[in-house]
């Protein structure tokens, strides 16, 4: 396992530049706006009501889609998602990304699934220096916060 998960984080862990401010000092939700790729991932969260809880205590382990990731979604989707009709499904989308506890690469890759706060469990596989949680290909890892960690991944996980 030790030579997957070097590869693995050799890999990727300068695969996302996090814009010039500590990551370990900003939580989840500044870390993540600061990186400029998940300005759709920080508009569903805010849709949601999620901000202030990953902003809270934690810790937690998100699994972050990029906007290039939500593109990926079917045309209106997004938009779709975002109305206040919707928010119910957005907020089972969103919590299905986020894990509690802090979860770095070392540990995810002995991993073969993991609860989500959603109350599902995300599939997890590691097969030639790749990480996958369910579809997503992880991109970059253990980008730290003071509450928890992010995993970059390149699909938007779907709850089952």
Known sequence: ?????SSFVA????????????SAEMD????????GSFKTLAAA????GLID?????GPFTVFAPTDEAFAKLPAGTVDSLLLPENRDQLVSILTYHVVSGSVT??????LSE?????GQMVDISVADANVMVDNANVVAVDIMATNGVIHVID???LPK
């Not at 989840?28 to 990186?35: C, G, K």
């Not at 809880?53 to 205590?57: F, I």
Request: aromatic letters at 4%.
């Open 11 to 22: 890999a990727f862990a300068s695969a996302l530049v996090f814009g010039s401010a500590n």
């Open 114 to 118: 993991a609860a989500t706060v959603n």
């Open 155 to 157: 699909t938007v996980i």
């Open 45 to 48: 969260l805010d849709a949601a």
């Open 53 to 57: 809880t990953l902003q809270g205590d």
């Open 28 to 35: 989840i939700v500044d870390t993540a706006v600061s990186a």
């Open 1 to 5: 396992m030790s030579t997957i998960k």
């Open 105 to 110: 690469s070392d540990q995810v890759v002995t």
